[in-house]
Every structure is written in C-alpha cells, then in structure tokens.
T-cell receptor
C-alpha cells in the first residue's frame, strides 16, 4: 500500500520551455501533497505544500509563478516548471499524505534543462 | 537559525554489527520526527515515525529514540546487512505536517 508514482521519471528540455511533472497516489487518497527539490549530494528542500482543491503554499524563496502547482483531485498533483533555465535542473520529488503524519514519496523526476 | 545535523556524511560498518546514526537539531520544537531511507536516484522510503512524547520506537531490526531535552534522535539498525547500505535521512515534522530534512548519512555495510 501507499504507492506514489511520478511521471516522467526523467526529462530533458530546452531553456525557455515549460515542463509538467505529474504525481499520483495510486492506492490511497492524498489530502495533502508536497513537492521537494534535491540537488546532488544535498538533502530534500520543500518547495510547496498543496491541499486538494486549494492553492498551494510556497516556501520562502520559491517563485510561485515559475513553479505552478495544481492539486485538482485527491490522487493527482502536477508541478509545472515554466520557462525553465539550466539552474532549474534538479531532482524533483513529490510526496503524498492522507490523514496521518507519514509522507509517501514518489520515485522522483530528473529534470535537465539544456 | 534552525539547524538539523546528521552525524558524518558517511558511515562504514561490518556486516552483523549495529549501525547507529545520529540526528541533532537546534532551534526546533518538532511535534514528531521521521527516518527515511533513500537509495541513489530514488525517492525516500518511510521507515519510522516517533512523536515528541515517545522515547523509543521499534520495527523489526530498526530502533529509534527521541530525546527532546537533548534535541537528538538516534537510529539503530541491528544485525546490519549489505542490503541496508543507503542514505538515511532524518526529518522533523511540524504542526502543518511539513517535513524539514537533514542532509543524510550514507551508510555502507561491508560484507
């Protein structure tokens, strides 16, 4: 149980284009989903928290107009990196949570912007 | 400022021994603390959660302690195996369920 998927697992895009990453909870309803970014050899940094049907709450320093988050259903959240630049290249990981404190993480999406 | 420190970036131990990983924090009052395992290129996998009013939690070969006075958690893996080799992350949880992660300890269990 508690399986979270992400799609795509990796993506390469040109600078200036937008990329959408999907996060799905496969066997449970996720009232809250979280988006993290992880640079090599570093820990996970929380970018934003989203509750189903509400606007996402962004952490300090994360541009909400650049990282668009939509949590339209209890099983799907999307992160769109708009006008991506090479410095946005990173490992993006989502997690999902239902009523408890445990967060279940997706396998991550490796984004490379050329 | 808030800080989470996990002992040594890397820890090598011999198979069969007990691995002990440390997580210290400052300027936090977490409601709970979690430990995760992360393999290269993968998302973290939840292992254990311990609440602020709990001293110890066990699950199979894993044991976690939580000392809110010392502001420290210890994570033990008994009878370690090479398959336990991974990066282990501690994460502090707040009232809004957001997690703040430490930088991790890379554990290598030598056969």
């Amino acid at each position: 149980g508690a399986v979270v998927s992400q799609h795509p697992s990796w993506v390469i895009c040109k600078s200036g284009t937008s990329v959408k990453i999907e996060c799905r909870s496969l066997d449970f309803q996720a009232t809250t989903m979280f988006w993290y970014r992880q640079f090599p050899k570093q820990s996970l940094m929380l970018m934003a928290t989203s509750n189903e049907g509400s606007k996402a709450t962004y952490e300090q320093g994360v541009e909400k107009d650049k990282f668009l988050i939509n949590h339209a259903s209890l099983t799907l959240s999307t992160l769109t990196v708009t006008s991506a630049h090479p410095e946005d290249s990173s490992f993006y990981i989502c997690s999902a949570s239902s009523s408890g404190y445990e967060q279940y993480f997706g396998p991550g999406t490796r984004l490379t912007v050329t | 400022s808030q800080k989470i420190e996990q002992n040594s970036e890397a820890l090598n131990i011999q198979e069969g021994k007990t691995a002990t990983l440390t997580c210290n924090y400052t300027n936090y009052s977490p409601a709970y603390l979690q430990w995760y395992r992360q393999d290269p290129g993968r998302g973290p996998v939840f292992l254990l959660l311990i609440r602020e009013n709990e001293k110890e939690k066990r699950k199979e070969r894993l044991k976690v302690t939580f000392d809110t006075t010392l502001k420290q958690s210890l994570f033990h893996i008994t009878a370690s195996q090479p398959a336990d080799s991974a990066t282990y992350l501690c994460a502090l949880g707040g009232s809004a369920r957001q997690l703040t992660f430490g930088s991790g300890t890379q554990l290598t269990v030598l056969p």
